[in-house]
């Protein structure tokens, strides 16, 4: 017992984390949701600047299921979930890991906005099964979880935690180092808060706003301080997909990251893809919540360092 | 030199022509952001701190330092002292220059002293260290539950957490990089 004395001092939050597992299934499964699995292991991801991926013998260690879910969506599976191990090369910190668990879910006919209440019925559900209640202490800090929670645009975050126009901080490229110092630690801290409405820029998947084609759909579900699921009203124009990835895939190779062929199969399949919205979660995180733990390594067995 | 992505604790970098040291390590990145190394830096000869960030693209020079091999010998009104392994001769460390080290310090063992030109800045010692515990209360023998701590006193002074079942006169070994337990030590 004593040389795996490490191991036995997680059995508490590994226990919890199996629970929020099955209630997570619980939740998705009476509402409609249909479980599926996809290949971690890719021929094209998508090509997004600031992920890197895992290459393996050629293909790439998928960093989110995200493409072939959407197919799946396209192909007339109108509620699915997966729940799957994500990889993300160089991705290490207190809320980092190289391979990770992701939550993702998909639903034909609704936008973000059906997902962020999708979001408070989820944690509500888990709240209440965990016997937590209304309200979780985390960090020494009482989350509310009455809904709904708060919900704010990226630009009025900015003007209020950061007294900094979002086109100011893009202009003085200082966006992502603003939000996480100034912005991000105020967030979800009374209640879970959800930042919405990011600049076209940052949500090279999303659908843009109707009304102002500078915006696109996509909200961050923020909870004490830290991010915790990323949603998007799905951009459904095949050729507006196609230039975005282009746009992404040019920056990429200019900063000498390898090459991605284009994900044809899925671009394709964005033209039977109706009205619809999708979300990811980092399961380990959402432990960190449950378990009140302030490093990724308290929910995992193993991480990597320990192998 | 080192990318941005090779920065962590204890990393020993040169800025304008002198040692730093990160003291604190934060990787963050936003969701569909990019990478940020949110760092502590500490002047390694001033000892002055402040917090910088970087990116991915940012790179570094490896601070230039010498080690030299050392045996711990006494401590004195708060100074510690050291003695080359080649030249015999003597120097004092203080608590600042030893730092968490002092922890684990017991006399004659091993050290690396950090020299940058001559001027000693830091030691450091083997990974892991035995000491002896010197004061534990007794095992409460209901108490089997696994995962379940007590604060022990070892040799040096130190405290730390240790399994229920750890008793006073016994030797642990304790990872001197995290400061914690790792297992019992039987002679």
Partial sequence: MDGSWFLAKKQRTLRLRARILQELRNFFIARGYLEIETPCLIPAPAPEFHIDTMICQGWFLHPSPELCMKRLLAAGYDKIFQICRCFRHHERGARHLPEFTMLEWYRRDADYRDLMEECEDLILHLAAELDRGNAICCQGQVIRLQKPWERITVHAAFEKYASLSVEEALDGDCFDEVLTARIEPNLGKEEPTFLYDYPLALGSLARAKKENAAVVERFELYMAGMELANAFTELTDAEEQRHRFAKEEDKRRRAGKPPYPAPEPFLKSLESLGDSAGIALGLDRLVMIFADALHIDDVVAFPPETL | ?187
């Fill in chain 2, 1 to 187: 030199m080192y990318a941005a992505s090779d920065l962590r604790k204890n990393l020993r970098i040169k800025m304008d022509n002198e040692p730093y040291i990160v003291t604190e390590f934060n990787f963050v990145k936003p969701g569909k952001g990019q990478a940020l190394y949110r760092c502590k830096l500490k002047n390694m000869i001033s000892g002055a701190q402040f917090e910088r960030t970087f990116r991915s693209v940012d790179v570094f020079e490896p601070a230039d330092l010498q080690e030299k091999k050392m045996q711990y010998l006494y401590e004195q009104d708060g100074k510690y002292c050291f003695m080359d392994n080649e030249s015999y001769e003597q120097i004092l460390l203080t608590a600042d220059q030893v730092g968490d080290v002092r922890n684990y310090l017991i006399e004659n063992i091993e050290a690396e002293v950090l020299l940058f030109e001559d001027r000693p800045l830091g030691v450091t010692i083997a990974n892991f260290m035995d000491l002896v515990v010197t004061k534990a209360d007794p095992w409460a023998r209901g108490d089997s539950v696994s995962g379940n701590t007590k604060p022990v006193t070892v040799e040096t002074g130190y405290v730390l957490q240790v399994p229920p079942f750890i008793e006073e006169g016994e030797k642990i070994r304790v990872d001197t990089r995290t400061g914690e337990y790792l297992t019992r030590v039987k002679d």
